[in-house]
C-alpha cells in the first residue's frame, strides 16, 4: 500500500468537498449536502494529520541543508539537536496515519444485543455471568450509552443463567464486539466452604442489532407462543400470559422476552432479537471468513474460544488474544474496561494493515 498515494487521493477530495460544500446551489439537494458535510468531516483529522507531515518532512529537509551547508558549528549542533524530534515526529504521525487508513468494519456504528450464559461451574458459573453483566453495565454507564433488558433467566444463588440486553448509543458494536467468547474465572466461590479456588465459565455473545430494512421477516413462518412470565417483572408475574416465546422455522432460530407487561412490547422486542440473530448468522460467517483469511487472533468470529482470564486470588485479567496482562482486575470489574477494549482494537486495526499492505 503506498500511503502517501492514497493520502494525495484522500486531500485532493477534501479539496473537492471543500469547494462543493462553498456552493450555495448545494443547499437545494439536503442529501447530498447531508453526504457531503459528513465526507468533509471524516476526512478532515486525516488531512490535518497529513499536512502535518507534509509540514515535518519540510522541515527535516530543511535541517539537512542546513547541516550539509553551514559552517557554523553551532547551527549545525542545533539543526541535528531538532532534526531528531522531527524524525520522531515523522515517524508518529505516518503510524497514526496508517491505522487512519485502516478500512473501517461497516457494521461498527451499529447498537448491539448482548448475551451472557453461564457455562460450566455450576452455581458460581451464574454468579460469574451477573458479574459480567455489572461489569458492562458500569462500562456502558461511562460510555453514555442506554442499556435496556430483553430477556433474563435468573440463578438460584445469584446471578444469571442467562441474560439478555440491548445497548444503544454510539460506536457500540464496533467497541463491544470483542467481548463475544468464552470468559473463565478464577477464585473462591462464596458457596465454597472449603476454602479453595474454583474455576468457572461465562459464554458473552455480541451482536450487531439489526434494524428491519436489513431482514425481511415473513410472518408466515414465524411460530408464536405465548406464557406468563416468570421470575422479577412486578405484579404482571404469573399474572398474564404477556410473555413472548417466537420460532423461525427455516431456521429454527427461538427468541423470547418477557421483561415487559404488554405483550404488544414483548412482541416487539422479540422481533427485534429474532432480526438481529438472523443478520448476525450471515455476519458471523463473514467474520470467520474475514479472520481466516488474515488468520487474525483478535476477532475471529469463534465465540466457543476462550478469550479472558479473571484471577481473583491474584488481582490479574489476561486476554489470551493478544497476550495482555493487567493486574486491576478490581478497577476492571467496576466497568472500566476502555484499556481492555482500546488495546484490542488497536491489535485489530495493526492486522487489518499489515493484510492491507500484503494485498
Known amino acids: 500500500m503506498n500511503i502517501d498515494h492514497k493520502l494525495r487521493q484522500l486531500k485532493s477530495r477534501y479539496e473537492e468537498l471543500t469547494v462543493a460544500l462553498g456552493d450555495p446551489d448545494l443547499y437545494a439537494n439536503q442529501k447530498k449536502f447531508a453526504e457531503y458535510s459528513k465526507e468533509h468531516s471524516?476526512?478532515?483529522?486525516v488531512v490535518d494529520l497529513y499536512?502535518?507531515?507534509v509540514r515535518v518532512r519540510g522541515d527535516i529537509d530543511g535541517n539537512n541543508e542546513l547541516i550539509a551547508s553551514e559552517s557554523d558549528p553551532d547551527l549545525?549542533?542545533?539543526?541535528?539537536?531538532?532534526?531528531?524530534?522531527?524524525?520522531?515526529?515523522?515517524?508518529?504521525?505516518e503510524e497514526t496515519l496508517k491505522l487512519k487508513l485502516v478500512p473501517t468494519d461497516p457494521e461498527d456504528k451499529r447498537n448491539a444485543i448482548v448475551e451472557i450464559r453461564a457455562g460450566t461451574g455450576g452455581d458460581e458459573a451464574g454468579i460469574f455471568a451477573g458479574d459480567l453483566f455489572t461489569m458492562y453495565r458500569r462500562f456502558a454507564d461511562t460510555q453514555g450509552w442506554q442499556l435496556e433488558i430483553l430477556s433474563l433467566n435468573e440463578a438460584a444463588k445469584g446471578g444469571f443463567k442467562e441474560i439478555v440486553f440491548s445497548l444503544q448509543g454510539a460506536e457500540i458494536f464496533g467497541k463491544m464486539k470483542y467481548e463475544s467468547g468464552v470468559h473463565r474465572v478464577q477464585r473462591v466461590p462464596e458457596t465454597e466452604s472449603q476454602g479453595r479456588v474454583h474455576t468457572s465459565a461465562a459464554t458473552v455473545a455480541v451482536l450487531p442489532e439489526a434494524e428491519e430494512v436489513d431482514v425481511q421477516i415473513n410472518t408466515a413462518d414465524l411460530e408464536v407462543d405465548t406464557f406468563r412470565a416468570s421470575g422479577a417483572g412486578g405484579q404482571h408475574v404469573n399474572k398474564t400470559d404477556s410473555a413472548i416465546r417466537i420460532r423461525h422455522v427455516p431456521t429454527g432460530v427461538v427468541v423470547e422476552c418477557q421483561e415487559e407487561r404488554s405483550q404488544i412490547k414483548n412482541r416487539a422486542k422479540a422481533l427485534t432479537m429474532l432480526r438481529t440473530r438472523l443478520f448476525d448468522m450471515e455476519y458471523e460467517k463473514k467474520a470467520r471468513e474475514r479472520a481466516e483469511a488474515r488468520k487474525s487472533q483478535v476477532s475471529t468470529g469463534d465465540r466457543s474460544a476462550k478469550i479472558r482470564t479473571y484471577n481473583y486470588p491474584q488481582g490479574r485479567i489476561?486476554?489470551?488474544?493478544?497476550?495482555?496482562?493487567?493486574y486491576n482486575l478490581d478497577d476492571i470489574m467496576k466497568g472500566n474496561l476502555a484499556e481492555v477494549v482500546d488495546a484490542l482494537k488497536l491489535a485489530d486495526n495493526l492486522e487489518r494493515l499489515s493484510a492491507l499492505a500484503e494485498s
Not at 78 to 93: F, H, K, P, S, T
Open 318 to 326: 489476561t486476554d489470551h488474544r493478544i497476550g495482555l496482562t493487567l
Open 42 to 45: 471524516d476526512l478532515r483529522e
Open 51 to 53: 499536512n502535518r507531515l
Open 76 to 93: 549545525v549542533e542545533m539543526a541535528r539537536e531538532e532534526l531528531g524530534g522531527l524524525r520522531d515526529e515523522a515517524v508518529r504521525l
